[in-house]
């Protein structure tokens, strides 16, 4: 589980082994959301609404970057 970026003492974070659609985790505080990196949409969880314009302001700017991290980590058959 690799950290990818912290932005604000918000950690991003891609797990091996995981799921579709890609994703990435983010963490702050007792905080954690899962993003879907394509739409930047909310998959599962809850974040406070300033640390999450922050995460998806930079996720916009970093897509490629993210879904080849997801694709490394998760390679489908």
């Known amino acids: 589980m690799p950290t990818v970026k912290t932005i604000d003492n918000v950690k991003i974070d891609i797990y091996s082994r995981d799921h579709p ?17 394509e739409t930047l ?25 993210l879904l080849d991290i997801f694709n490394k980590l998760n390679p489908r058959p």
């Open 21 to 37: 659609p890609p994703h990435f985790h983010a963490q702050f505080a007792e905080y954690e959301e899962l993003i879907v990196i």
């Open 41 to 65: 949409e909310c998959y599962a969880g809850k974040m406070p609404k300033v640390q999450r314009k922050k995460v998806t302001d930079w996720a916009a700017d970093n897509k490629k970057f």
